[in-house]
């Protein structure tokens, strides 16, 4: 007797943010190194729960986010000092 076993689908490689950063499920507040602001970047989001959102453009490995965006209008465009502790 034969078994026949499937292999797993491949995973694809995507980029995922918290949830919680996403504003409007449209745009995230990101530091910009080189005028050292927060501005608003506009995002294309993809799967996503509550945990985990998939973004397919607007952002690449590396860019750095704000997480805590309730005070979102009061950051952009205030420079800012990033610590690498």
Known sequence: MQTQRSLPKPQKTVLRIPSEALIAGQKV???NPT???IEYRAVTSG?????WTEIKTGLSVGDQ??????HANNLV?????????
């Open 29 to 31: 507040l990101a530091y």
């Open 35 to 37: 005028t050292q602001t």
């Open 47 to 51: 799967e996503s729960n509550w945990n």
């Open 65 to 70: 986010i704000l997480l805590d965006t309730a």
């Open 77 to 85: 465009g205030k420079q800012v000092l990033v610590r690498h502790d």
